[in-house]
């Protein structure tokens, strides 16, 4: 161990390379607290190894690990949220085990709702900092969502706005997304959510022709205004080895010109507008508004998110901010370690 790794971080201080390339165990036997001890040759080199670790990493076994997959999810649908949304007190966010359930409810079903969040400009930027770091975007490190004049984005018109992800266009794309509303008098202006994951898993069961159209397929998306000429190239539908779902993209704002092979043109679109249609059923469409002082925190690559069109009076504005996953999924890994110790 000491030779193997360094003793105030516990990283590996070798390479694959400096291990011989014949390698053989002379003699393995259990120490005295129950420990399985190797002794490699021809470096005459004691490994220690726990039960435990060993069990837990048997070749059979094949345990590995994964947060973004549809297996670790629960998958849901309108009538998931009869008993409620998930909302989250914003005072009790001080306190770990708060914080802890929030991030599980990001990790498991996809979004939280922060009730109570002061209605002061720039507190989005707050929320962020007492759980990570902001993603800064061509649309600044916060972003307000109200009607401009001259708008670079139908994000900024009274328009409603079909489901979607944010951002597809951007490679890597901001993975959370926080609306944090200020003001909320129009008529209108509901938001509504539906789980990516559980769409996809509709059109697999639905058509095994249609799906891998999607995973296999990458298309362009692309946002321009007079500063800016984003351009990505990925799936709608990403797959992991295992061929689990782990992120979706859909924007009808933002794709590009579909540029396939022409033969495969016909069935892309047909599976394109199968994957549609289901993302517009409304048993699927979690639908709610957000009130003064609401702040709600999605993942971006599984949570579609819309809203409907709302009404010249009254007035609505939200501030928005990007986040991502990995900072996020670390405070959550972080605070589980602490409650296991
Ligand atoms: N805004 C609100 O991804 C998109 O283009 C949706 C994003 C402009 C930051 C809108
Ligand atoms: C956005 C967006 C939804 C809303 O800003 O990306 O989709 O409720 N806004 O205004
Ligand atoms: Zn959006």
Redesign the pocket.
Known sequence: MPESRNLDNGQRLFSVKDLPSSISIEKAYKDDQGNVCVLFQPENHLSVFSQEWLRFNCYDLNNHFEDRSEKIKKLWQKNSFENGLPLIDYDSMTKDDTKLKALCSLRDIGFFVLTGVPTVKGQVLKVTSEMGYTRETNYGAL?E?RTEVKPNNL?YTNLG?GS?T?NPYRDPVPTV?L?HCLESSTKG?D?ILVDGFKAASILREESSENFPILTNNWINFRFSDDNTDLRSRVPMIELNDKNEIIKVRYNNRSIDTINLPKDKMRAFYKAYRHWSEIIERDELKVQFK?SEGDLMLFDNTRVM???TEFSQTGK?H?Q?AYMDLDGLYSLLNTLENKNND
Do not use: E, I, N, P
């Open positions: 972003f969502v994000a706005l979607h944010d997304q609306l202006g938001s957000l998110h819309a809203r609505r939200l928005g």
